[in-house]
Nanobody, 124 residues
Framework: QVQLVESGGGLVQAGGSLRLSCVTSGRAVSMRTLGWFRQAPGKEREFVAAISWSGSTTVYADSVKGRFTISRDNAKNTVYLQMNSLKPEDTAVYYC?????????????????WGQGTQVTVSS
């Protein structure tokens, strides 16, 4: 059984920073592509960022480009999302997602493995 566990969410003022972490564990399934998605109240879950196995390819949503950075440490089975210059509209539950294919994807339906989410709240 594959598990993805997020941590690092919390309450922060606008302009502040947070770093989310997601640890993958379970049977020997390599999450070759890892991504972050978010879901605000009353809205659909949306793509935030994704990273390839080697880390050489990263993709970002336009709304977070230049403010968020995704990275990974394969030795620790962990993916990170550094979030800077946070805005109230970044408030959402943030989910880690994984897939076994090498191709980086920004489509929710292409990720079979999901974490339970971590709440990020940005106050104005």
């Amino acid at each position: 059984q594959v598990q993805l566990v997020e941590s690092g969410g919390g309450l922060v003022q606008a302009g502040g920073s947070l770093r989310l972490s997601c640890v993958t564990s379970g049977r020997a399934v390599s999450m070759r592509t890892l991504g972050w998605f978010r879901q605000a109240p009353g809205k659909e879950r949306e793509f935030v960022a994704a990273i390839s196995w080697s880390g050489s390819t990263t993709v970002y949503a336009d709304s977070v480009k230049g403010r968020f950075t995704i990275s990974r440490d394969n030795a620790k089975n962990t993916v990170y999302l550094q979030m800077n210059s946070l805005k109230p509209e970044d408030t959402a539950v943030y989910y880690c997602a994984g897939r076994q294919l090498y191709t980086v994807s920004k489509y929710r339906s292409e990720y079979p493995y999901w974490g339970q989410g971590t709440q990020v709240t940005v106050s104005s």
